[in-house]
């Protein structure tokens, strides 16, 4: 199949990452998620359109970006100001600032173009039993594309794990059975109303996916973020855990503590960030969800 006309919409590829999966790992970070975490790490993620990030610390005041975009860029006392609401054509200042004050998060890749990053590293896969994770934003909102980049691994005897929400319907997972070896499962909370008002999505949908694939005896790893304010009670992650402790073929869950590496991006995308003044989780606050978690059967570790 040729497979240089199917795009996909990322944001970054990271390479020789041993997080996120098992071995040395190339991570695909897929562009555009469903839900809208109060607490994202990658609010650059979040969109499935291209985003204008602006570090005025690194701005020069050159002036290229007025001279491309003078409706949505204006200077105002030898200061950069940026409307991102008039902005039609984010391409056109994509590579425009020499000192990168404006970069654009969000490029278009074919699964060709994909494939040949990844095959760079295949070597480190085989000796390391590591692979590709495709995260996110939220890779299964994928359409063809995926499938299609799902294929094409397959075929190389290239290991996949995807990093999900499972915020999707059932058939975005369902075509990507045998094809994956570990789903790395976000589950944040038990609660339909706070899972409501934190992410802005519907709990239940995320239950229903996470119980039939675990019917499927898929390799499933549940990760769980934990969050201040949120889910970072004995009460509420003996919840979650308890309801891991239901699920068919599941014996592994990770915990990821919050930190506040995100919070300069809300700043460069001109967005609000409401857990911007919360403190970052240490290691050690977990001691209490992990040894309940091991008590319940199953292994844990903190971090990806």
């Known amino acids: 199949m040729n497979v240089s006309y199917l795009c996909i919409m990322i944001f970054n590829i990271q390479r020789f990452s041993t997080h996120d999966g098992e071995g040395i790992r190339t991570i695909i970070f897929y562009k555009g998620c469903p839900l809208r975490c109060a607490w994202c790490c990658n609010p650059e993620s979040q969109s499935f359109e291209p985003d204008i990030m602006f570090d005025v610390r690194l701005c020069k005041s050159f002036g290229d970006c007025l001279k491309v975009d003078p409706v949505a860029i204006k200077r105002d006392n030898n200061n950069i100001h940026i409307n991102r609401s008039l902005i039609r054509d984010p391409e056109k200042l994509r590579n425009i600032c020499i000192s990168k004050a404006i970069t654009v998060a969000g490029e278009k890749k074919s699964a060709e173009e994909l494939l040949r990053e990844i095959e760079k590293d295949i070597p480190f896969y085989h000796r390391s039993k590591g692979g590709v994770t495709l995260a996110g934003g939220e890779a299964l909102s994928v359409g063809i594309e995926l499938v299609t980049l799902l294929k094409e691994l397959k075929k190389r005897g290239i290991d996949v794990a995807v990093e999900t929400s499972l915020y999707v319907p059932w058939e975005n997972v369902e075509r990507t059975l045998g094809m994956v070896s ?68 599941i014996r592994e869950i990770h915990f990821i503590p919050y930190h506040t590496l995100g919070k300069e991006k809300y700043r460069m995308l001109g967005m609000n960030y409401v857990f911007g003044q919360i403190r970052r989780v240490a290691p050690a606050e ?19």
């Open 182 to 249: 570990t789903y790395l499962v976000d589950l944040k909370h038990t609660n339909r109303g706070l899972f409501l008002q934190y992410t802005g999505g519907n709990l239940d949908i995320v239950l229903e996916n996470l119980e039939i694939l675990a019917g499927k005896k898929e390799n499933i790893i549940i990760r769980i973020p934990v969050i201040p304010g949120f889910n970072h009670t004995y009460a509420e992650m003996k919840e979650i855990i308890n309801h891991a402790a239901t699920l068919k073929n």
């Open 286 to 304: 977990l001691s209490d969800y992990t040894r309940y978690a091991g008590e319940k059967g199953f292994k844990t570790l903190i971090g990806g």
